[in-house]
């Protein structure tokens, strides 16, 4: 479990990170209310981790319950045995990896040679590990001892199965991001229209109508900063009242 976050899954999350670009600079430099993203907290707001968390759990619900409905009381071997444990955790490990990469490969916007690689790879490493850790003797790999290379990779049903349920478990998460790019888009996805309505004719029109909406929004920063916020707006309100008593009281006395 500890290699899927270092070797077959890191790869492109790290890739994404370090080349991935949204949106071009030129058009970062036009717009810099894309910046407004982050004091308005629109990114990491509670509503959207617990999305993610929800979207994680639905994932493995699909993959796991589809491939043992794929593969249970079916004849895998040549000589008629059902699977066992070992060759059902392979094929769902490896329709966990294949979906992961490939929604790696969807979230992408500017796709470079080393991300290609690093997709690809996460997922060439995965088959290597299971040749290489197969091959050790059974005392140390146990039940996965040739497991790819003996039931696995000669099984249509395992390429057929990893295929079809990677595909299915990407499916929710393809459909709900046309939906929130289509009717409840982030800033950047606006101004990425607009990046793209740019090759065509001059978008500035439909950016003072971007800029309208969302300058509406109310901003969304942490807990600590609206609270610290909250103090100023009331020692202002304060000082201010105290200043006007002290005027009238001198107004008074003169």
């Not at 971007?210 to 609270?227: D, N, Y």
Request: hydrophobic share 50%.
């Amino acid at each position: 479990m500890s290699l899927y976050n270092v070797l077959f899954t890191s790869l492109p999350v790290i890739a994404m990170g370090v080349f991935d670009q949204d949106v071009s600079a030129r058009f970062c430099l036009k717009y810099p209310m894309l910046y407004q993203e982050g004091p308005q907290n629109l990114l990491f707001r509670w509503s959207r981790l617990l999305g993610w968390m929800l979207h994680g759990v639905g994932s493995a619900v699909i993959i796991f319950f589809l491939t043992i409905a794929s593969l249970k009381h079916q004849a895998f071997r040549k000589d008629g045995e059902v699977i066992d444990l070992s060759i059902l955790g392979a094929t769902a490990y490896t329709c966990v990896v294949w979906a992961v990469n490939m929604q790696m490969a969807i979230t992408v916007n500017y796709f470079t040679l080393i991300q290609h690689i690093c997709i690809w790879s996460g997922i060439f490493l995965w088959y290597l590990f299971l040749i290489i850790y197969g091959a050790i003797t059974p005392s140390f790999s146990t039940t996965f001892f040739m497991v790819f290379s003996e039931a696995l990779g000669g099984a249509p049903a395992y390429w057929v199965v990893t295929l079809l349920v990677a595909v299915a478990a990407l499916i929710p998460y393809f459909t709900l991001a046309v939906v929130k790019t289509w009717f409840f888009p982030d800033y950047h996805n606006k101004i990425q229209w607009l990046q793209h309505a740019a090759k065509h004719a001059d978008p500035e029109e439909e950016l003072g109508v971007v800029l309208r909406q969302f300058s509406v929004r109310s901003t969304g920063v942490g807990v600590s900063a609206r609270r610290d916020a909250k103090l100023v707006r009331t020692n202002s309100k304060v000082i201010h009242a105290d200043s006007s008593s002290q005027s009238q009281a001198t107004v008074e006395l003169t």
